[in-house]
């Protein structure tokens, strides 16, 4: 009876540990996973209308208060379209990577018609979508005017980041342009003669 006992209590307690092992490692993996519509990548519309949205809040390192600092300060200013874009999780922050075809180049080493790689943070996790203060990632389709610096670091090889995180990234929509949320005065644009690029 007494080993019996033991048996019993032994197996329960190695139930334990490898369902809670599991458990910890399973909401512990870093792993790519799309709220995407398989066909076009964009998040499906069911995900997009149950969708949890969580803004994040942060200290932007390089900020710009006029178009005219941008510029100056962009490696690369480029009219781009979205091809793809897919999120993934590193060390517990959700990035989404784009593949981006540059449309016209404004400055910069990038050739029209190249597709670059754009790395923004935030994107779609388990049904939850990540903004950085209120400002979306690129979705497949959409058109823009980025003004970008080469990415240096772990998360990804070969790819640009926006300028000031959000704040060099113009959404083009039926002829007009939308401005970043959050943006300074002097970034606040609805059309592309504001951006003063030739």
Partial sequence: MKIT?????????????VGGGYLFLDSHTIETSRAYDQTSHKPAKSDKQTLKKVDVSGEVVEGFDSIK????SAEVIAEVEINESESFQYENVVFTLSDAKVKQVYKGDVQPENVIKILETGG?????????????VF???EKAYVYLEKYEGPVAEDAYVIKGVYQGKFLKEEG???????????????KESQLGLD
């Fill in 69 to 72: 600092k941008l510029n100056e």
């Fill in 5 to 17: 006992r033991q048996i019993i209590l032994s197996t329960l307690a190695l139930g334990f540990l």
């Fill in 139 to 141: 979705e497949t389709g």
């Fill in 124 to 136: 779609f996790k388990n049904g939850t979508e990540y903004t950085f203060e209120g400002n979306e």
């Fill in 176 to 190: 007009k342009l939308q401005s970043p949320n959050g943006v300074a005065k002097g970034l606040q644009v609805n």
